[in-house]
């Protein structure tokens, strides 16, 4: 029931400024920030079709299906550009259907990547963080990604966009490589996307000088075999002894990032963490797990996460993934790891890093 207005709020010269702003809210409402495309099997291979697009059946060769599926609900998402607090979580819109326990929605709004059916659906969705969260087989699109180009005359002045920290950086491109890259792309291969999607200049060129891929144990043609067969980058220009270039193909999500020094700066912290003492010596695998649960955990070293998440964020089966995990017991990097089988869960423990001040070896230090 709706309160009568008090006599006095609604009386003389303030009568107009009272009327004005509801006049303005009863806007026609804008169409929903969610897209969805299908990859429809045809003969001789798919056939896109996005349920939004009328007259949109085009047949696509299935090495580019993925990527061309992206580039569509890219530009739908680049054509509806909306400020934040027009942005509403779709999921809750649509009676949280999207995942399958209702957390609630909470957080800031961001756009959720979600493959169904084996990577046959794609969408394209705003979502609140809690239902992103509770999402399967979805990734948040890093947040450089899908801001407008740049108007030809931009005032001088450039603001720096106060972005995510180094830490939110890489754990968001973690989780969109995840569920962008082919399944079938060896670890070498993530590690070596995550440099390139963290260190590419707004054209979407990258170059890494062959300091840093020996130092990611990355100097070899085949991660980057492997990301050209994926129709993920093209090799440039001739490779040289001092670096690779490479062009990225994945446009339509990553183009336009306006951070690069931050980007940049999480590109850095990912090989710290990743190169840690004790998986120094190690191969790709050992470094993107070690970034990987650095990424996930909290200051004070402990981590959760599902462990077939995990797994496909870094290109392992579960089993291989839980062998990996006791090796790196062994090596020193976690204190402990275990699994609930109720929840299928992960948790983990760091040991703190090489400062003296890490918080989990000098809580055991006293506790002992
Ligand atoms: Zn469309
Ligand atoms: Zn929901
Ligand atoms: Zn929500």
Do not use: F
């Not at 929903?32 to 349920?51: F, I, K, M, N, S």
């Not at 090989?271 to 470094?287: D, K």
Request: hydrophobic residues 35%; proline residues 10%; aromatic residues 4%.
């Amino acid at each position: 029931m709706a309160a009568a207005p008090h006599p006095r709020e609604k009386t003389g010269a303030h009568k107009q400024e009272d009327h004005a702003p509801m006049r303005l809210r009863t806007a026609c409402p804008a169409p929903p920030r969610t897209w969805t495309v299908e990859l429809r099997p045809y003969p001789d291979g798919l056939a896109l079709v996005c349920r939004q697009c009328p007259h949109s059946y085009r047949r696509i060769a299935p090495v580019s299906a993925r990527s061309a599926a992206l580039a569509h609900l890219a530009r739908h998402a680049r054509g509806d550009l909306r400020p934040p607090h027009l942005r509403i979580c779709q999921c809750r819109e649509r009676g949280c259907r999207w995942h399958p326990r209702h957390r609630g929605c909470n957080g800031p709004i961001r756009l959720l990547l979600a493959s169904e059916h084996g990577g046959r659906i794609w969408r394209l969705a705003d979502t609140c963080t809690a239902c992103a969260a509770a999402t399967a087989q979805a990734a948040l699109v890093p947040d450089t990604a899908l801001v407008p180009s740049p108007p030809t005359a931009t005032p001088r002045r450039r603001r720096r966009p106060k972005g995510p920290d180094e830490k939110t950086r890489v754990r968001d491109m973690l989780s969109y490589l995840a569920a962008t890259l082919p399944d079938n792309n060896p670890p070498s291969a993530r590690l070596l996307a995550l440099q390139c999607a963290l260190r590419a200049d707004a054209t979407l060129h990258v170059r890494l000088p062959r300091g840093v891929l020996r130092s990611l144990r990355l100097d070899a043609p085949e991660p980057w075999c492997d990301l050209e067969r994926a129709n993920w980058l093209h090799i440039a220009a001739p490779r040289t002894t001092r670096e690779i270039t490479a062009r990225l193909l994945d446009t339509a999500l990553l183009g336009q990032a306006p951070a690069r020094p931050d980007r940049r700066r999480a590109a850095d912290w990912a090989m710290r963490v990743g190169r840690s003492p004790r998986t120094e010596g190690n191969g790709p695998l050992e470094q993107l797990a070690a970034t990987y649960l650095a990424a996930y955990a909290d200051p004070s070293g402990e981590g959760r996460k599902e462990h077939d998440q995990m797994a496909r964020a870094i290109g392992l089966s579960t089993a291989q993934l839980m062998l990996l995990l006791d090796q790196l017991r062994a090596s020193g990097l976690l204190t402990a790891w275990w699994s609930c089988p109720d929840s299928e869960d992960l948790y983990w423990m760091l040991r703190s890093a090489d400062g003296p001040q890490a918080a989990g070896e000098a809580q055991g230090s006293r506790t002992s």
